[in-house]
Each structure stands twice: as structure tokens, then as C-alpha cells.
């Protein structure tokens, strides 16, 4: 029976972007593609892509939702629309459970979480010493397994244990610094990409918020993308050496740069536009980081976790399924100064 494959987050910067390489990438055959949306105006958006759009305003009515999802017989859920919580995904993981016994059909649930809860942020190796990779799957869940009580570390173990118990086959799909030009009908920007800019254009200047020269793994959207499809070709095809449960994280990066590189990359381009009163990187004080958490609307502390820190993961896994990246990580300098003419031109929709 082929599958039913819903996206969510469809809007957003990886979800549209999926989306519409999802209806021009050929893939092994499969139903409908679904996309959940909130308004009606979203629904347009999607209609006018040739996905077909559930609209669903309120996640929080998990009746609906669950009678929505076995309804529709869905069998493959992407999830791309909240990594700090698991309210929304426990329902839907608990529908793909009852659509399995329903129809006997092997079901998939997806969750994007982040590369900050694989980070030194999280109390994860952080020295170049101490790499470890996104294909140690039992590594990584022990040392999730054990982060306390509420933490947002708990998410993605929780959503691993109970898409176990309900049959279900879950998949942790971990974006880094992603760069490069949405393509979705909603948000085009990225996230860390954009902070660095609307820090630097609220003090005039360019920062750093680490005191080593700390680093981060990274990925162009078109390489972020393709791990999503190679992902749901696997799926697709039911290829037997996929990995799921503990042993499902996947990393989406083609290595690692500095995050001093990239500041200072970014701020030659923001100094030729006049934006920043020179290209220096300096260190960031307190008064600064107290403007920057008000532009980022973060809390002050909270910024050096919104730009900088170090993660040592190492993408190994989406290699073994035949993921390929087409993109270095040293592309993301190179590209640094057309980023941040597209986050200007779109920053007012971020």
C-alpha cells in the first residue's frame, strides 16, 4: 500500500523548502503528500504547490488531530515545527501506532530537533578531542537519557521511547548552522545566520561571544534538504539497513567552520554595506550582550546560545543511507556576503 506522507511546518525556512523539493525530486512512488497548515491563507499557499493542505488551527486539540492522521491513513510524518517540546509529536506518534495496527503498513515519524542539544551548550563533548558522530546512536541517547528532568534534552529521547512502544519507526533529524535561500512561500532566512546580522546591525559591530575559538557543524539548505529526501527514500523503498530508534540521529553537515570565520566573513560584507562602523570582530561585553539579547529578543544570557558555543558531532550516518553533500563547509564563508544581502532583503519576514 503506498504511504501518505504529511509535512509540517511548511512555511518555515526547512519546511518550505522541503516542500518544494519534495513535489520536483523524483522518489519511489507513494500516495499523497499532505502538509499540515494553520490558516486559511496557508492553505492557499499550499494548494498552489499541488501538495493538499490539513488545516488544523489548533495542535492542542489532539482528538482532532489523532482522528485527522488515522483518517487520512498517514504513515510518514515529518516534523519540523517545534524542538522544545514533545505535546504535539506524542499524539501524532500515537495515531501512526494505531494506523499500523489498522493496516499492517511499517509507519515513520521524523523529528528536526537542533544541534544545540548536541552541543557543549548541553553538556556534550565540545573539544576537538572529544568528536563523536551522529552513527553512535546509543552514545548519543545515553547521554540524553541522563539530562534532568524537563530539560530539552528529554524531547527527543521521549519521542525515540514512545514511538517505540507504539511500533512505530522515529528518525531524529538534527539541522546545524543551515545557510542559503529558502525557496518555501513562507520564511526564507535562517535562524543562526540572522542573529549574527540583527546582533551586528544593533551595535555596529561584529562580535564574538566565545572565548576559544569555537566550532560549529554546517550545511547549505540544498545539502539540509537532500538528507530530508534521502531520508524519505529509504523510507519509501523500506530499505532494511535504515537506522530508527536509538540508532536514528541524523546530522545534517558537511563539516565544521569557526564561528569567529564566519563573523568576521560576514562582517566584511556588512562593513561595505555601512552597517557595522568597521569588519573587526571584538569580544562581546556586557552592555553589548544586553542589546544583542534585546534585538534577538533573548534574554542576555542567552545569547552566546543563540551565536556561538561548540559542537564536535561528526555527520557519518546520512553517508551510510547515500547522502551526499554537494556543498564544503568552507562554502559557507565563501558565501557569507551574498547570505546577508538575502537575510537584508527578507529580514523584515524573518
Known amino acids: 500500500m503506498p504511504h501518505n506522507i504529511l509535512l509540517t511546518g511548511a512555511s518555515g525556512y526547512l519546511g518550505g523548502t522541503l516542500l518544494t523539493h519534495l513535489l520536483t525530486t523524483p522518489l519511489p512512488p507513494y500516495s499523497t503528500l499532505y502538509a499540515l497548515v494553520r490558516t486559511p491563507s496557508q492553505a492557499h499557499s499550499v494548494q498552489q504547490s499541488t501538495a493538499t493542505p490539513l488545516l488544523l488551527p489548533d495542535l492542542t486539540d489532539t482528538a482532532t488531530l489523532t482522528q485527522t492522521i488515522i483518517a487520512h491513513k498517514i504513515t510518514i510524518i515529518y516534523f519540523l515545527i517545534d524542538a522544545a517540546s514533545s505535546t504535539t509529536q506524542i499524539p501524532m506518534i500515537e495515531a501512526l501506532g494505531e494506523v499500523k495496527r489498522l493496516t499492517g503498513q511499517e509507519v515513520h515519524f521524523l523529528h528536526t530537533t537542533g544541534a544545540k542539544l548536541f552541543s557543549g551548550h548541553a553538556g556534550h563533548p565540545a573539544l576537538p578531542s572529544e568528536e563523536f558522530s551522529d552513527g553512535e546512536g546509543e552514545r548519543v541517547y545515553e547521554i540524553q537519557n541522563a539530562a534532568r528532568s524537563g ?47 540583527k546582533a551586528a546591525l544593533k551595535i555596529r559591530k561584529v562580535v564574538r561571544v566565545d572565548k ?136 523584515d519576514g524573518n
Not at 528529554?154 to 519521542?159: C, E, P, R
Not at 507504539?166 to 540572522?194: A, D, L
Not at 562582517?267 to 539579547?293: H, S, W, Y
Request: charged share 25%.
Open 151 to 197: 530539560n530539552a534534552l528529554k524531547v527527543n529521547t521521549t519521542i525515540i521511547d514512545t514511538a517505540t512502544k507504539h511500533g512505530v519507526r522515529s528518525y531524529i533529524f538534527i539541522p546545524c548552522i543551515v545557510y542559503g535561500k529558502g525557496e518555501g512561500f513562507g520564511n526564507k532566512i535562517s535562524i543562526q545566520t540572522v542573529a549574527v546580522v
Open 212 to 347: 576559544t575559538r569555537a566550532v560549529w557543524p554546517v550545511s547549505h539548505i540544498h545539502d539540509t534538504v537532500s538528507l530530508y529526501l534521502e531520508l524519505l527514500r529509504n523510507m519509501l523503498l523500506d530499505e532494511p539497513d535504515l537506522g530508527y530508534g536509538r540508532n536514528g540521529y541524523y546530522l545534517a553537515a558537511s563539516g565544521s567552520v569557526a564561528w569567529e570565520d564566519l563573523y568576521e566573513a560576514m562582517g566584511k560584507r556588512l562593513a561595505e554595506r555601512g552597517l557595522v562602523d568597521d569588519a573587526t570582530v571584538v569580544d562581546a561585553d556586557e552592555e553589548a550582550l544586553e542589546r544583542i539579547g534585546e534585538a534577538l529578543g533573548r534574554p542576555k544570557d542567552f545569547v552566546p546560545v543563540e551565536m556561538g558555543g561548540s559542537c564536535v558531532m561528526e555527520a557519518k550516518h546520512g553517508l551510510q543511507i547515500g547522502w551526499r553533500p554537494k556543498y564544503a563547509p568552507e562554502h559557507a564563508l565563501e558565501a557569507a556576503a551574498e547570505e546577508v544581502d538575502w537575510i537584508l532583503e527578507n529580514l
